[in-house]
């Protein structure tokens, strides 16, 4: 059976979550999928480049005991450190930079050109680099993976990829922004934006500044991400109409619902009659009986319209790091298999 | 280019969107696929077993100018045609005998015996010998597939199969049967049982004996073949727990929407501490903020708790032929790739 070189590149929640997923299921990737792991690299900014090609014990790992990292990394330190980790397989889950997709770009070049699979939970790269890493993953043999960039784990592009071959996206609408939509569920309890914001931010969804969230960033770069792979139509974030949640006062959500209404950050993505994308992201007043209103906290949703299928919907409850964690490892093994 | 030899068996409503969309995706396929197909046999208990190894033209069979069918095709027919018409690939559409499941498994059986991928939507075979047909197709290195026995062209099996890999279902809930669903729709609108079953058979859902889906075997056999292939758990219909939505009255169901409640019929399995399956077919009443109780009309949903995900739905609206002709298309490209 042969043991696969896993490298991770962010060591964070999501990291953490993914090697206690690994554990928990090395007897489902040996017996039905017939490989084994090992972690042979851990990195982040903290703590530096650690390299060991015979292996890290992944108990330790999650414990806090590190090993010293590598000491001369030189020019290129992710290179010199894939290289000197063997690495199979490279996880990249730095943090993202929305505005030129680096320095996670670079970090999954380099692994596809040293003939590791590259697999990441980081937007950034498919909206600034979809076609060309995809093109040097077809190029060197490996495979570029992404399944936790938008909706966690929820199998997005897996689905389109292997289950909906030759399906055509005429186009889709979703709620792909859990902050904004978690932000909207409690101004609907009687919660006003700030504190609703505040809220969100006590419980680790939002950040100190919220505004990616709250003014449709976020959801303005996972509707591009979708747009980009799924209708395989190079689109720019600053091509999408983009609005966000700020401004909303407590009083018109509590009219809305009144009328059998709420609130909800919806993203859109259409091919025009020229066969270009055009894709929004905005607050909408959606009806009780639409099907986005469902959607409440933390939840997510997805729902699209094909050529061959009028109108096929998923949904995302509840998710967390473990759920991210499972968009990698689903990733993992249909790069292997 | 290699040009498979497709077989359609049945050639009613979904085996005629089935060649009409082989026709519409032919580029699609030769493009992105890499391969071609002809239609070599054609059977129906109305045609007979029409076979031509050198292929049947799709316009002319669709408008129905069919070709005599074989003249003497012995002791076991369906044998015989298949090995007349080189099939590589056998679609298997006759109708569902929920009892036995035969003569379907029998055709299936067959198909995979001479070398043919075998691909279905009937339940049937599903229910009555889905480990059987699964240990011959691998036993010859062939496909057993069957996406559109349940929920149309939905990609329910094909999501476990391939985007959700290593997943492992602890509970499913659905709302499975679009009659019955209609029905309810239907009723909420005002109209009593009786005269919504009339409304149903006359738009084509519902049998002129209806009770396969008002009393619950549909839904039943439904949920028996998704607990056997995704739960991995051989199940038979008569260990689900069942009843139907006959005997509902139009007060019942306005007085349950007047407290924020709709009746559907609702399947469920899940595995109990012992690992086997717990099944019900059964009417609820559902909350209104229920993701159960969106769905109207012909629509469909399954919601899946697993052990890497907490929640996941996938929802089919407006399903047709097309739908489940899309279903043993997406079966072709995935058994030939």
Known sequence: MKTYNLCL????????????LLVEKRATLRDRYGFDWQITGVASRRLGWIAAPDGLDPETLLRGELPAPMADTGADPVRAWL????????????????????PAIHHLRTA????????TANKGPIVHAYHDLRDLALQHG????????????????????DALPAASIVRFRGILNSTTNYILTRMEAGLDFDAAVREAQAIGIAETDPSADVD??????????????????P?????????????????????????????KLVCTAERDEAGSIRAR?????????DPLA????????????????????LTEHNPGPKTTAYGLLADLINALR
């Open 9 to 20: 590149l962010g060591f964070g929640n999501v990291g953490k979550a993914l090697l206690r």
């Open 83 to 102: 290289d000197r980790a063997r690495a199979d397989v490279l996880f990249e889950n730095s943090s993202l930079n929305a505005q030129t997709g680096q």
């Open 112 to 119: 596809l050109e040293l003939g590791a699979h590259a697999i």
């Open 142 to 161: 490996k495979r570029f993976m992404f399944e936790s960039t938008v909706m966690d784990g929820a199998p997005i592009f897996s689905l389109f990829r």
């Open 216 to 233: 449709g960033w976020d959801a303005t770069v996972k509707v591009t991400a979708l747009a980009t792979v799924l209708m395989d139509s």
């Open 235 to 263: 689109l720019d974030p600053a091509q999408v109409e983009r609005s966000g949640i700020r401004g909303l006062t407590g009083e018109a959500v509590q009219e809305a619902l009144a009328q059998g209404f709420r609130y």
């Open 281 to 289: 992201v905005g607050m909408e007043k959606v009806s009780l009986t």
């Open 294 to 313: 469902s959607v409440m906290g933390t939840s997510s949703l997805v729902h699209f319209e094909t050529d061959v299928l009028p109108g096929l919907t």
